[in-house]
């Protein structure tokens, strides 16, 4: 068999019972839960110093460290998976809410129609409010973060003091590698996530409104 031999199950689909506005919520708690953690992970001793150079630590905290440190990129990806997967469940409230005429395993952003077959002085609000966040620089950033965490653990870079006259190194800034091209460098990562969150928040507010 090749790929384009199968089909979606015709199962594997939403019923009009599951509410796709309290979907799209649910997604973007699910990034609040993980920013919460990534915030606990960044606190951690294992993020706070330099351990894997740390002569003093045994091997039993060497491995506890790395397992914390494994915690903090999975919460990282999924924050990005979880956000996005906002979105799009969006786009799946918009098709069903406004009739819009879309295969549901085939709503995507390209896909989304701007004329749809009821309310559309309505859905024409709406269309604007997602296709400015769809062009905007936050939620491009958010998808090539999303997109490259299905290759790999995001790339996260950190600055230690030189702890002048401390007995340890400790963290002074963590940020992620830019997703586009003139994307500002060096931006503290809590923050950035923050404002990915908050810009999610508003577009949710405003399109179910």
């Known amino acids: 068999m090749t790929e384009s031999s199968f089909r979606p199950s015709k199962q594997l689909r939403t019923v009009p019972a599951m509410a796709l506005d309290k979907l799209a919520h649910s997604a973007f708690i699910g990034a609040v839960y993980h920013l919460a953690r990534i915030r606990d992970f960044v606190a951690s001793p294992c993020l706070q110093t330099t351990w894997s150079e740390d002569t003093d630590l045994d091997e039993t905290t060497k491995r506890k460290c790395q397992t914390d440190l494994n915690q903090f990129h999975w919460h990282t990806r999924a924050f990005f998976w979880e956000l996005v997967a906002s979105f799009d469940t969006m786009l799946q409230w918009a098709n069903r809410r406004y009739g819009l005429g879309v295969c549901e395993h085939q709503v995507k952003w390209k896909r989304i129609p701007r004329k749809s077959s009821k309310d559309q002085a309505e859905w024409d609000v709406k269309y604007a409010l997602l296709e400015s966040a769809w062009n905007s620089e936050w939620f491009y950033e958010t998808r090539m973060y999303r997109n490259f965490s299905h290759r790999g653990f995001l790339l996260v870079q950190g600055e230690y003091d030189d702890h002048l006259g401390k007995s340890k190194p400790t963290l002074r800034l963590i940020w992620l590698i830019p997703a586009r091209e003139g994307q500002q460098e060096y931006v503290d ?11 999610m928040r508003q577009l949710g507010e405003k399109v179910f409104a």
Do not use: D, N, R, V
């Open 189 to 199: 990562l809590l923050q950035q996530l923050s404002q990915y969150l908050e810009h």
